[in-house]
């Protein structure tokens, strides 16, 4: 048996586990990012000094600071650090920055095809 759900990557609480609530948490965590995902913004390179917490960013292809090695993954501030997850192919995000609902294709945020 896998350790995580196929599409979110959600843990699993394994038979015999200790401290089962850390798993849960952090289940409750992913999800609470991925449904009605919102972005600050969609190709962010550098970290805000003083994020709040929630707050979300898709990564360019070379971010920098407390980002650096996260290429393409999107950067949320959680519980006083950095969470760091991969989106999938078909997630949906709205973008602040550019007042915008967004899909990943797989390599990049684009505009939603139809939406105006």
């Not at 599409?7 to 992913?30: C, R, S």
């Not at 994020?51 to 990564?59: D, I, K, N, T, V």
């Amino acid at each position: 048996m896998s350790d995580q759900t196929p599409n979110l990557a959600l843990p699993f609480i394994m038979p015999a586990q200790a401290q089962k609530h850390v798993t849960h948490n952090e289940a409750i965590e992913l999800l609470d990012m991925i449904v009605q995902l919102t972005l600050e913004g969609s190709d962010a390179s550098t970290p805000l000094p003083a994020p709040s917490e929630g707050q979300a960013w898709a990564l360019s292809a070379a971010p920098t600071g407390d980002w650096a090695g996260q290429a393409g993954k999107i950067a949320t501030w959680r519980g006083g650090g950095w969470l760091f997850v991969t989106p999938k192919e078909g997630w949906m995000a709205w973008v602040k920055d550019d007042s915008e609902l967004q899909v990943y294709t797989g390599s990049s945020w684009a505009m939603l095809a139809g939406i105006s």
